[in-house]
């Protein structure tokens, strides 16, 4: 599959948490319907439930082995197609590329954006969606984190073992995604 050119949007020098959110939203709109998070919803039979909510994770997780932070003052959002092609990517790029995958599939979900230390640096988002009135949390980066310590102690590592699961955080904001 070919990588297109504009794969990988710049968005907002020096922006806010808020004007990020905006960014991912707008982005995972506008790749839900693409071509190819629609040619894994189809290749991989998704629907709208948890065996589905289960394998995008795993999908987004495998195509993404490395974390790979963007400068302070530039956010770029990386879309499905360039994950693939660079194998790393960020907090921002998971959420975006999971919410693409939820909007096409209907799945009710919101990005919370969390701070592990003070209100105003919310530094960190991530997914949680809402499937038949349960919450389950979409972090690729804590499984990354757990995969890397596992890796350390030689130990074997699922995916899944980090899947409804995050880091401790003090602060939280929640931005509902309309479907």
């Known amino acids: 599959m070919k990588i297109p050119p504009n794969s990988r949007t710049n968005r907002g020098r020096n922006a806010n948490q808020l004007d990020v959110c905006e960014f991912i939203e707008q982005d995972a709109r506008k790749n839900a319907y693409g071509q190819t998070v629609q040619y894994f919803i189809h290749k991989y039979k998704l629907k709208p439930d948890l065996d589905s909510l289960k394998r995008i994770y795993r999908t987004i997780y495998r195509a993404s082995p490395t974390f790979a932070p963007d400068s302070k003052h530039l956010q770029t959002i990386r879309s499905f197609d360039r994950l693939l092609k660079d194998r790393k990517g960020n907090c921002v790029d998971f959420t975006a590329v999971i919410s693409s995958f939820l909007i096409a599939l209907g799945i009710p979900h ?32 804590t499984g990354l984190a757990l995969m890397g310590k596992a890796l350390q102690n030689n130990k074997v590592f699922s995916i899944l073992q980090s899947f409804g699961i995050t880091k401790p955080y003090k602060y939280k904001y929640d931005k509902f995604i309309r479907l």
Do not use: C, Q, T, W
């Open 110 to 141: 919101l990005y919370r954006m969390v701070s592990f230390d003070e209100p105003e640096d919310m530094n960190h988002i991530f997914i949680v969606a809402f499937i038949d009135g349960d919450k389950y949390i979409l972090d690729v980066n």
